[in-house]
């Protein structure tokens, strides 16, 4: 609209700050997870082992990652309450799944596109509603994949072995999947909508809200104590899981000795356990991502022959070139299904 000179003014739409900030958490926690996590699927090829290096290592990295997946939770866990907060105070509507309104503008997008259909308003809404389902989708199972990878041994107290394996992965593939997606969607609404700020800011403007102000700020008064409590209950909870790491029995107390005989029976071993263990060791990087071998002659370890009292007694006290491992870097019950696991043939 003019202003009293004739000039005219133009007024520019914004999400709320909370809202912006809140992407801006999920896009630092998503490259930071990205930049982390791809060279760790791909740590053979020259581009991951560079990224690796600028890190600062294969442990700089793996810390890196979880700590951005710690930012991803944390805002996961506001994210849901948010919406609660909102539906209950506000009595305003989540984001649904797209529905038949959002497929038929998406098929006249692709019509417009390919001058099938004359120029009609194509709405933004079907767009972000699929964006928005695929990031809800991989989140929740990047985070319950990470969860038992992260903890591998508690998680198998509840769930079997075989697990472990096929928590690994889905959450190296489903990553891989989100990164193609969230490139190939975001050029392919650059390039196909084409849509306009204003055009954005209807599409993501919430409803208004449906409750008078005095029935919303008597609900805020009751939800947002319920709200902080359960969502700092809900983190701990996740801290708790993700940093209580245990093995996988209750070992002796520790005695300053050169050596001393592990507090594990050998057939307890689960090589399923093993092979998500391995990668997280320095060992790795010498003998391979499989133990089969290095790059620059280190000895192949899978198959091995070696009975668990000699591999263990190596591994503590070291040999040649290969450092000891004490009690704490490694403990008897992760050096245990490490055994179980080398000591199968590679696939």
């Known amino acids: ?22 992407r801006l958490v999920v896009v630092v926690a998503l490259i930071g997870l990205i930049l982390t996590g791809l060279p760790q699927k791909y740590s053979g090829e020259p581009w991951a082992e560079f990224i690796i290096v600028l890190l600062g290592g294969i442990e700089s990295a793996r810390i890196l990652h979880r700590l951005m997946a710690i930012l991803l939770m944390a805002e996961a866990i506001y994210h849901v ?26 098929f006249n997008r692709i019509l417009q596109n390919f001058g099938l259909r004359s120029e009609a308003k194509s709405g933004y809404g079907f767009a972000l509603k699929i964006e928005y389902l695929v990031l809800v989708i991989s989140a929740i199972l990047l985070i319950f994949t990470g969860l038992i990878l992260w903890n591998p041994i508690a998680a198998t107290t509840a769930l079997s072995g075989a697990s472990i394996p096929t928590a690994r992965s889905i959450h190296s593939n489903q990553a891989l999947i989100l990164v193609l997606f969230l490139v190939v969607w975001r050029f392919a609404i650059i390039f196909l909508w084409r849509p306009q700020r204003q055009q954005l800011m209807a599409d993501r403007d919430a409803s208004a809200s449906a409750r008078p102000e005095n029935a919303i700020a008597s609900r805020r008064r009751v939800v947002l104590p319920i709200a902080l409590v359960i969502g700092a209950l809900l983190m701990l909870g996740v801290l708790w899981f993700a940093f209580g790491e245990q093995t996988a029995i209750d070992t002796v107390p520790r005695q300053q000795a050169v050596i001393f005989a592990p507090q594990v029976m050998p057939d307890s071993g689960d090589p399923n356990v093993g092979a998500v263990l391995w990668p997280t060791l320095r060992c790795a990087f010498c003998h391979g991502d499989e133990a089969n071998g290095g790059p620059n002659g280190e000895p192949a370890l899978r198959n091995t022959t070696v009975p668990f009292d ?31 696991w080398l000591s199968q043939p590679s696939s």
Do not use: C, N
């Not at 609209?1 to 809140?22: C, F, N, W, Y």
């Not at 007694?313 to 179980?340: N, T």
């Open 310 to 340: 000699a591999f263990y007694e190596q591994v503590r006290v070291g040999k040649g070139d290969m450092p000891a491992f004490s009690g704490e870097d490694l403990p008897d019950g992760y050096l245990l299904h490490i055994w179980a």
């Open 81 to 106: 309450l948010a919406l609660i907060f909102k539906w209950y105070v506000y009595g305003l509507k989540p984001i649904l799944p797209p529905g038949l309104k959002d497929w038929r503008q998406f």
């Open 1 to 22: 609209m003019p202003d009293e000179s004739g000039h005219e003014i133009r007024t520019v739409k914004t999400l709320p700050a909370a809202q912006r900030i809140e």
